[in-house]
């Protein structure tokens, strides 16, 4: 006997309102493969584009003119009139429109990063979706990377369209964001619109991490009541933004950063210690068992309202202490460990120990001033107090302003300057994480 269940009823309904709006589709079976997943979310993301070009007009003249002027100009053609005739989602031109020789056709790619990904030619498929003018059409192609080479060569062919542009996601919610500017086109509805097509743009993460800005380090500084829930949601989503950054970041090296964790469940905090406030993420780099790597954002209201970005390794708990005083002992003696930490690899960063009031209690060095004699302090003060709480450090920080103090660094202003400062803090901690969990030597080479 099937007994009915309301509550689950509305579940269901629930789920595929959910999904059967503007801007999303339905998402498939939540096992279905890597490469339906993201047919599917190509398609949503040019689905949501398209409907805000479609039910938008005064946002969709915008964009036309956009690219007529940004990329066509120079090229001697121009999508004119700039009036849209016919939106068509995930579907290609038709046959008759590719064998039309009076109609231009563009190719226009959209991806998330500046630069390309190796990407599968799909043939005999239609592109993703296509606008279509007085005399001209645009056939869209999305990309969660972008196109490699080959593949825009053979959709050009394909739909003999002139030579194919590509842009970012990030440039298209920009442009609509200018187009509000227009006093023509401001209206509560476009406005509306543009606001959700960046909000998906973002939860879907097709636009790259935005750095760092001060409203983020003034966002700690607040009481927890001053804190509205759209700083909160804001400040929360910029860490999601830089893990989804940082776990496919690329170093120098062509190598990956290593397994990188994010909690999901992870509240990004923030903590009054007595006048000082900080911000904890937890977010992290480890293999297996070792000691992670965290990332953390803090300020002091004494130091002129000065925020701070950690990346550091944090041992604590009396064996794991003891373990490691050992093992930086046996490594002093041979010097291996203070000459690596005097390396150019670990400029502007520090080594410390900390007890009691973290403020007084506390023995910091430059690692760039690091000698056996200093390294031999910390272990020996790390065995006498193993048993209590103590922290053994290694960190870099980073601040926004131009510092006084010469233990920190300037974090630059770029997103990507940003991305790849903190990228690299966490690759050159992450040997000494290994080293203290227990790692031997030998095994650790990247050092």
């Not at 309102?17 to 979310?41: C, M, T």
């Not at 946002?59 to 003119?65: A, D, K, M, P, V």
């Not at 187009?179 to 939860?203: H, M, P, T, W, Y």
Request: aromatic share 10%.
């Amino acid at each position: 006997m099937t007994v009915h269940d309301p509550d689950k009823e509305r579940r269901w309904n629930v789920s595929y309102e959910r999904y059967h709006n503007i801007f999303d589709y339905y998402r498939g079976p939540s096992k279905g493969s890597d490469a339906h997943k993201n047919k599917v979310l190509e398609n949503n993301v040019t689905k949501a584009l398209l409907n805000t070009i479609d039910l938008c007009p005064n946002l969709g003249r915008y964009f036309i003119s956009w690219l007529n002027e940004k990329y066509f100009k120079e090229r001697g053609v121009s999508l004119n009139p700039p009036d849209i005739t016919e939106i068509r989602i995930v579907e290609g031109p038709t046959d008759d429109e590719i064998r039309d020789k009076n109609i231009t056709k563009i190719l226009l790619g959209i991806k998330k990063h500046g630069k390309d990904y190796k990407s599968e030619t799909r043939k005999g498929e239609r592109v993703d979706g296509t606008i279509v003018g007085q005399g001209w059409l645009v056939a869209i192609e999305s990309k969660l990377e972008g196109m490699d080479t080959s593949q825009l060569k053979a959709e050009q062919k394909r739909i003999r369209a002139e030579k194919p542009i590509q842009v970012l996601w990030k440039e298209l919610k920009e442009c609509f964001e200018k187009a509000l500017e227009i006093e023509d086109n401001q209206s509560d509805k476009d406005g509306l619109f543009v606001d959700q097509f960046a909000g998906f743009l973002r939860s879907k993460g097709l636009i790259p991490f935005r750095g760092f800005k001060k409203r983020h380090f003034d966002y700690i500084l607040k009481d927890q009541g001053q804190r509205s829930e759209e700083e909160k949601e804001d400040f929360k989503s910029l860490f999601k933004e830089l893990h989804g950054e940082l776990s496919r970041y690329v170093c120098e090296d062509k190598k990956r950063l290593g397994n990188l964790y994010w909690e999901s469940d992870a509240q990004t905090k923030g903590t009054r210690v007595k006048e000082d406030d900080y911000a904890e993420l937890r977010f992290y780099i480890r293999s297996n068992r070792s000691i992670p790597v965290n990332v953390t954002l803090w300020a002091e209201r004494k130091k002129e309202h000065r925020a701070y970005l950690e990346v550091y390794a944090d041992i604590e708990g009396e064996r794991k202490l003891k373990r490691l005083a050992g093992r930086i002992g046996k490594s002093g003696d041979r010097g291996k460990l203070a000459r690596k930490l005097q390396s150019s690899d670990f400029k502007g960063y520090y080594i410390s120990l900390s007890y009691g009031d973290w403020k007084k209690d506390v023995v910091r060095y430059e690692c760039t001033e690091i000698t056996n004699g200093k390294l031999k302090e910390l272990v020996e003060k790390t065995y006498k107090k193993a048993n209590e709480k103590v922290h053994f450090v290694l960190a870099k920080i980073f601040v926004l302003d131009t510092p006084p103090d010469a233990e920190v660094t300037q974090l630059p202003s770029d997103a990507e300057g940003q991305l790849k400062e903190i990228a690299e803090a966490l690759r050159a901690l992450h040997p000494f994480v290994l080293f203290a969990s227990g790692t031997p030597w030998e095994k650790i080479t990247d050092w």
